[in-house]
């Protein structure tokens, strides 16, 4: 496998999103752990753009991510329709996955960190499962709130005690990418991959949509189904400035490339 450092970027709302393939990520984090490369991973949908349009430090850290992959479909369109036609979603489960399917023959060691009291230990025992071979160097759910600065030191002692390749977070959104910012150095794992929700998806613990409703840019709808009273303020007001961002950018870009043809 072979990739370059930093795949290409399309710019997404002001957000530099990663014009990639599911197999681009997959060769990208090969050659990451290959060379012992640190880099950290954001797998961004719609909620992690808007998150970014409000919040300068947090667009910063997606602007130094080695990826931000297009976890969502309208972030996969938006790209096709700057001019990047063979982006694919890289939606945060399935990349779970495919790592788990190609790691025992790859020897990658990997830590979960995240999820509720027990989670962690729970996706381990599925994907354990599901892919004998699967190394697992550590588990760790962290308290809910703040942890002390000693506290914050030994989970640090202990995922780089444990050599993993790859440590997966699993916080949500807009914290995990924080804590992959602010941990990088500190942690001498090559790669820190923070994917959300796959935490209990892959575990068992909440329902993925269909794949149809994933297809077609539903995904929201199939969770604001299943999480109403948590969910319902966010995509009432996320989803409608966000189609209305993206439209203002497109109709930008549009006026520049007339302009641009109209003086040649």
């Known amino acids: 496998m072979s990739a370059p450092s930093r795949p290409p970027r399309v710019e997404i709302l002001g957000v530099p999103v990663s014009a990639i393939t599911l197999q681009d990520a997959v060769m990208t984090i090969d050659a990451w752990i290959r060379s012992r490369r640190r880099h950290y991973v954001c797998v961004t949908g ?18 130094s991510a080695g990826m931000v992959t297009p976890d969502g479909m309208p972030l996969v369109w938006m790209a096709h329709r700057l001019g990047r036609p063979r982006v694919r979603r890289v939606y945060g489960p399935d990349l779970m996955r495919e790592i788990a399917r190609i790691s025992p023959a790859l ?33 760790f759910s962290p308290p809910f709130g703040a942890v002390t600065a000693e506290e914050d030191e030994a989970i640090v002692r202990a995922i780089n005690a444990s050599r993993p ?27 820190l991959i923070g994917v959300g929700a796959a935490f209990d998806f892959l575990a068992g613990t909440k329902r993925q949509a269909p794949r149809w409703m994933q297809r077609n ?20 007001s996320m989803i409608p400035r966000f189609v209305a961002l993206a439209t203002a950018q497109l109709i930008r870009r549009d006026r520049t490339a007339g302009r641009a043809e109209n003086t040649v």
């Open 217 to 236: 840019g539903l995904e929201w709808a199939f969770r604001l189904g299943t999480e109403p009273r948590r969910l319902w303020r966010r995509y009432a």
């Open 107 to 139: 020897g990658y060691r990997h830590y979960y960190f995240g999820g509720g009291p027990g989670l962690a230990d729970k996706l381990s025992e599925t994907l354990r499962a599901a892919h004998p071979g699967l190394v697992v160097a550590g588990t």
């Open 165 to 191: 390749d790859i440590v997966w977070v699993g916080l949500s959104t807009p914290k995990q990418e924080r804590w992959m910012s602010a941990h990088r150095d500190r942690i001498e794992a090559p790669v």
């Open 46 to 63: 719609v909620h992690g753009i808007m998150e970014c349009r409000r919040d300068a430090a947090l667009r910063e850290i997606h602007a």
